[in-house]
C-alpha cells in the first residue's frame, strides 16, 4: 500500500518419555534429531522440510527420533513416543499431504507446540504472466509454508491488493478493480468462486476479517479522507476521524475487540490501536521513522515492520507499545509479516521472495519458501 506507507492426527501409540535432544550449533535453541529414512523420495523431502521449518527438529543421517516405512506403512520412533502418518498415498501431491500431517503431529508431540504445515499462505504475484511475460499489477496465488503446491487463483490482470483469509481457512477477502473500479471481493480458494461483497466512491486502501468472520474492518475514502470502518452486512460504522491524516493497513486482535491499523496524523506512519466499542484509540509506536505493517497473533503480541535505520521485522507487546519491541530480523527490505498459528513464526516478503523467520532468540536463519521468478508478496497466513 504506497501511499500509506510513504507517509506511511495421527495416532500417538506411546506416552511422553524422557526426550532427547541436541543443541546444534550456531542455532541456539534446542532440537530433536531426526532420521528420515522412507521409500517415497517427495515424502522424504516434504517431511524434512517441513520438520526443519518448524525450528524444533533438525533431519540427518541419525538422529534420537527414525521416520521408517513405505506408503501405507510410515512410523516417527523414538524419545518415548510413536506416530503413525495417518492414510497412504498414491502420488506426490498425497505424499505431501500426509507428510505435513506427519510434520505437525511430531511438532505437537515432541515440541509441543503448534505445526503450521497444513496451513496455507496466501499472496501477491507482481512478477509477469510466465507465457506472456506482461508484468500484472497483482494476482493472487497460495501455497504451503514448504513451498510446494503453488496455484494462482486470478488471472485478471487488474490492480489486485489485500488479500486476508477468513476464519474458515478455505475464503479470503481483497480488493480489485476487476470492474472498473476498487471492490471489496470474497472467494472460495478451493473452487474459485467468488462475490462482490462491497463497493465504494473512492479507493478502499486496507482490509482486514475479524477473528469470528462476521465483520471487516476496512479503511475506505467514499466519505473524504481515509477512514477506518467497521462492515458487516449492509451496514457500515466508521471509528476513526482525522481530517489531515490517512489511516491504513488495520488488523483484528484475537479477541475481535480492538483492531491495530496505522496513520500518519503525527506525520510519520506509526501504529495505533482502537477499542472497537468505545472507540478511545491509543498510540502504540514511536521509536524508528515509520511503523507499519502490523500483524496481531493469537498469543496477543503484534509484529510489525519498522524503520531503524533500515526496515527490521519486530516483536511487540501492545500493553506497553514499542518500549517493549525485540527486533527479530536483520536490516533489509522487510514488508507485510504475518503470524502462524505456532507464535513462533512469520511469514513476509523481502527482495521480491517469501520468507519464513523464527522469532525465537537464537532462532533459524530466514528460510526462503521457494524459488521462482516473479515478486512476491503481501504474505497473510492463514490463522
Given at each position: ?26 542455532i ?9 529414512s ?27 527420533i527414525?521416520?521408517?516405512g513405505?506408503?501405507g ?18 502420488d ?27 496451513d ?41 491488493v ?35 461483497r ?18 471487516v ?90 524503520r ?30 504475518s ?14 521472495a517469501l ?29
Amino acid at each position: 500500500m504506497k501511499s500509506i506507507v510513504a507517509i506511511c492426527s495421527l495416532v500417538l501409540l506411546a506416552t511422553a518419555g524422557a526426550a532427547t535432544v541436541v543443541d546444534v550449533s550456531g542455532i541456539g535453541n534446542k532440537k530433536y534429531t531426526v532420521q528420515v529414512s522412507v521409500s517415497h523420495p517427495m515424502f522424504a523431502r516434504c517431511l524434512q522440510k517441513n520438520l526443519e521449518l518448524s525450528g524444533l527438529f533438525v533431519v540427518g543421517s541419525s538422529g534420537s527420533i527414525k521416520v521408517t516405512g513405505a506408503p501405507g506403512a510410515i512410523r516417527a520412533e523414538g524419545a518415548g513416543k510413536s506416530l503413525d502418518a495417518p492414510t497412504p498415498f498414491a502420488d506426490d501431491k498425497s505424499a505431501r499431504f500426509v507428510a505435513r500431517q506427519l510434520a505437525n503431529a511430531m511438532c505437537e508431540a515432541y515440541g509441543r507446540q503448534k505445526g503450521f504445515a497444513l496451513d496455507k499462505i496466501v499472496f501477491l504475484n507482481r512478477g509477469k504472466q510466465p507465457a506472456k511475460g506482461v508484468a500484472v499489477p497483482g494476482e493472487i496465488c497460495v501455497c504451503y509454508p514448504d513451498g510446494y503446491d503453488i496455484r494462482q487463483l486470478t488471472s485478471d490482470a487488474k490492480m489486485t491488493v489485500f488479500p486476508r483469509w477468513k476464519n474458515d481457512g478455505e475464503s479470503i477477502f481483497y480488493i480489485s478493480d476487476r470492474n472498473g473500479a476498487p471492490q471489496i471481493w470474497e472467494m472460495n480458494t478451493a473452487t474459485g468462486v467468488r462475490n462482490r461483497r462491497w463497493s465504494f466512491r473512492g479507493t478502499p486502501a486496507g482490509i482486514a476479517v475479524s477473528p469470528d468472520g462476521s465483520r471487516v474492518a476496512a479503511i475506505l475514502s467514499f466519505q473524504g479522507n481515509p477512514e477506518l470502518y467497521i462492515l458487516q452486512g449492509d451496514r457500515y460504522v466508521r471509528l476513526t476521524n482525522t481530517p489531515n491524516a490517512s489511516e491504513g493497513q488495520p488488523v483484528w486482535s484475537p479477541d475481535g475487540r480492538q483492531i491495530a491499523y496505522v496513520s500518519n496524523e503525527t506525520r510519520y506512519p506509526q501504529i495505533y490501536v482502537i477499542d472497537v466499542a468505545t472507540r478511545q484509540k491509543r498510540r502504540l509506536t514511536s521509536r524508528g521513522s515509520q511503523n507499519v505493517d502490523p500483524d496481531w497473533g493469537r498469543d496477543g503480541r503484534i509484529v510489525y515492520i519498522t524503520r531503524r535505520g533500515g526496515a527490521q521485522v519486530a516483536v511487540m507487546n501492545p500493553a506497553s507499545g514499542d518500549a517493549s519491541a525485540q527486533l527479530v530480523s536483520d536490516v533489509s527490505h522487510w514488508e507485510h509479516p504475518s503470524w502462524a498459528r505456532d507464535n513462533r513464526h512469520v511469514v513476509a516478503n523481502r527482495d521480491k521472495a517469501l520468507f519464513v523467520l523464527d522469532t525465537l532468540e537464537g532462532g533459524d536463519k530466514p528460510r526462503q519458501v521457494f524459488h521462482a521468478d516473479g515478486n512476491w508478496i503481501s504474505p497473510c497466513w492463514v490463522k
